[in-house]
């Protein structure tokens, strides 16, 4: 049985700080380290998104790219582009904007926006040279 | 159990463009975009073939990657580096050149010439900076 | 003295043949090997700009990057990519598609539409991972 | 006569956002866009450093990586690296964070530390995967 | 039930050479070829540590990459880089030194040490532009 | 006046240390750190040669890729890859390995090939993630 996965990559930037308010001071600068910098620091994201599905024999595509384009521009790019994650983002309220935390939520926003037939298998998101995250949910 | 997988990685360029007879012109410029272009355009595929098997205690290896550099030169590079996939590689005849069954047919053709106890686990193909494909079948 | 310069990066795919009508066929085989293959082949061209120009005060930027994205789209990747070098584009009749050639007609029509002040640098191509083209012209 | 040259690559991360106090806002949305976002954005800048000196013949080097790096670290990361640069770092007061400008206040700082006999050549800044800056002065 | 996993970016160089002394010199020649060079060769190994844990709802981290920088650098990093894996490494001895038993060698190190809740899940080493290897163990 | 500069880059591997004998060990150890380690350690060098010469009308080329191809191979892959720098090379004999010196001896064998009317312009050596080195001569 065949598994065709497309992966689409893309890249935003945005500041963010990581402070958990619900610990004092100390514990934040202990936990975070530089993360915990007052005045917000920031990245470029690398971030790949990889769904699979079947291939229409038609168009012999799973999905077109410029619409798996257009779906990761509209739920991801828009919103968290030059943006400040722990001030802008409505869906990001409440939340400890770690990159583990980070593809959790985009994966949830686009999860609910793929055509039917087309699931999402991973949200991958490079933070710098040396770390990055993979998130998926069955 | 342990798993151990070798990444070979290489390039190839060619020319094609998609079009499926079947349908009409405007299905086609609407379904293809600019990859409906008449005159084809064409790319070159990052590829990177996973393969898994046992490791030999007297080399140390899988696969002596000079071994499989062969193979995939033989079966993939050498019949469509500088090609028109549309018109000049015997296997792709009637195929619709989407990186999705260029993916397939190449694990088709690799499939089949491994040698015993090394299995053919991943075809990737890279088409562009932010667009790839990953194939496999169990 | 000061010098500013920026470099945009950018990518287009097209496909091309190496054929020279002044010559005859063994000459071209001879002379451009799997480049002269008759029905095409392509490339993913990376493509980088270089530009210089003073850094305005109120600003402080040599020219905004959107704009220098727009001069780029609308002069390079709009004319070239997706398309047939050979047949398809105005600017490149009867000039044979090499790197080389390319870069020049690039050059040619970039210095002509920046903005006053700004000055083009260097023209690069990169249309292979061991392969790449500089041109400049003082 | 020979020239040989060093280049020291590495990343920092930061927030900023591009505002002209000296304009009204109106100016500033038109001029800077996205980048005038009012809770700040951020990058991870790849740095190049580029210095040239004689090699010496005792030790093969122009100067040794290793002192290259803590320079580096020193005049550049440390006070640069999980930082805002509107708010929190000493030489870049009053200065419009472009990267244009970022490249000649690191250029200020570098040029005064290297050893004698070791000049700086080039600062080069990617802010994104299609925007960098080169910065020399002579 | 999502899954989450970090990956770690690193480099290490070292020397070494393939020969296996259980056969003789015209095997070791024919089986390795360059890699049986008698007086070692070497390589930059780029090397990606995926481990797989529960995100601590308190940090928002499955484990703080800061920690994961040090013990890839105390279990692999320290005794592996700048050495010659033939001779130096204590983990190494009697080991042929392919990239495949690297990897083996490498996860077993790292599993010892992995903060209870965190899994290792893949050693990955890449030894040349085409060639890597991935290695997992259930 | 255009110019117009080939790229070509490529990688080799090789084994080496830093020791100069005609200081004493204490020296050694502090000048070049554990690149002085005794038993040799190894790089995968990314090497990047610059030509420049006058655009052929025929071929629309400087100097065709693959001639360029060949003298890489023959003058400098050849005999560095998978070997030890200071025990095989007959061009290296009596020269400190650092990557400033291997620049400037690979920079002396290609001058010395290049066909007429193609002048060498830069010799790119990249060492590490971090490090890098260029060299020319006029």
Same mark, same amino acid.
């Given at each position: 049985?065949?598994? @065709?996965?497309?992966?689409?990559?893309? =890249?935003? +930037?945005?500041?963010?700080?990581?402070?958990?308010?619900?610990?004092?001071?100390?514990?934040?600068?202990?936990?975070?380290?530089? +993360? #915990?910098?007052?005045?917000?620091?920031?990245?470029?994201w690398?971030?790949?998104? $990889?769904? =699979?599905?079947?291939?229409?024999?038609? @168009?012999?595509?799973?999905?077109?790219?410029?619409?798996?384009?257009?779906?990761?521009?509209? =739920?991801?790019?828009?919103?968290?582009?030059?943006?400040?994650?722990?001030? $802008?983002v409505?869906?990001?309220?409440?939340?400890?904007? @770690? @990159? %583990? #935390?980070?593809?959790? +939520?985009?994966?949830q926003?686009?999860? %609910?926006?793929?055509?039917?037939?087309?699931?999402?298998? %991973?949200?991958?998101?490079? $933070?710098?040279a040396?770390?990055?995250?993979?998130?998926?949910?069955?």
């Amino acid at each position: 049985m065949p598994s @065709t996965r497309l992966v689409h990559r893309s =890249e935003f +930037c945005a500041a963010f700080r990581l402070n958990n308010p619900d610990f004092d001071e100390a514990w934040n600068a202990a936990t975070f380290g530089v +993360c #915990n910098s007052p005045h917000f620091h920031g990245h470029n994201w690398q971030m790949e998104i $990889e769904v =699979e599905g079947a291939v229409d024999p038609d @168009t012999g595509m799973v999905l077109n790219f410029l619409h798996l384009d257009k779906l990761v521009q509209a =739920e991801v790019l828009q919103p968290l582009d030059h943006k400040n994650l722990n001030i $802008e983002v409505p869906f990001l309220q409440g939340v400890l904007p @770690t @990159t %583990e #935390n980070l593809a959790a +939520c985009i994966w949830q926003r686009l999860a %609910e926006v793929l055509p039917e037939g087309v699931r999402l298998v %991973e949200v991958r998101l490079q $933070e710098s040279a040396s770390h990055s995250v993979a998130y998926q949910k069955s």
